[in-house]
């Protein structure tokens, strides 16, 4: 979980695209990233009328009442999310839907440029840069 520690929000790196821009600035405080999508989560905390919702617990601040839920669990330990075939449980529901690729093979997103499928979207992220390298190198 990633903190903004100008406004306290809160998420998950997974939730950030990982789009490169150079430094970027907050017109609105002195927040700064590389990450274009981070500065946009970080946008959020000053959008007008935005709720904010606390844990009462550790007081982190979340977008969004299900996301304050999911954090939650991290307290309570809570793990709703079982996995039929083995057993282990997740706070998260796409969690156990990733995990499950790992009994039933499937692999549903795949490269546009060749055959390659993969069990995550972000792999074929990571996978996509060995296409940039080998068309430098031509």
Not at 26 to 42: A, S
Not at 47 to 65: D, V, Y
Not at 110 to 121: D, I, N, S
């Amino acid at each position: 979980m990633t903190k903004d520690s100008h406004c306290g929000a809160s998420w998950r790196p997974a939730d950030i695209p990982r789009k490169r821009a150079g430094p970027l600035a907050c017109g609105q405080c002195d927040f700064t990233t590389n990450v274009e999508g981070k500065l946009r989560l970080h946008q959020r905390c000053h959008a007008a009328g935005r709720r904010t919702f606390r844990c009462s617990l550790c007081r982190t601040a979340f977008t969004t009442k299900a996301t304050l839920m999911r954090h939650m669990r991290m307290h309570t330990g809570e793990r709703p999310f079982r996995c039929h075939f083995c057993s282990k449980a997740f706070v998260d529901g796409g969690h156990l839907t990733r995990h499950l690729r790992t009994h039933t093979g499937e692999r549903p997103f795949g490269c546009p440029l060749c055959e390659a499928t993969f069990k995550r979207k972000d792999h074929v992220t990571v996978h996509l840069r060995t296409h940039s390298v080998q068309l430098a190198s031509i």
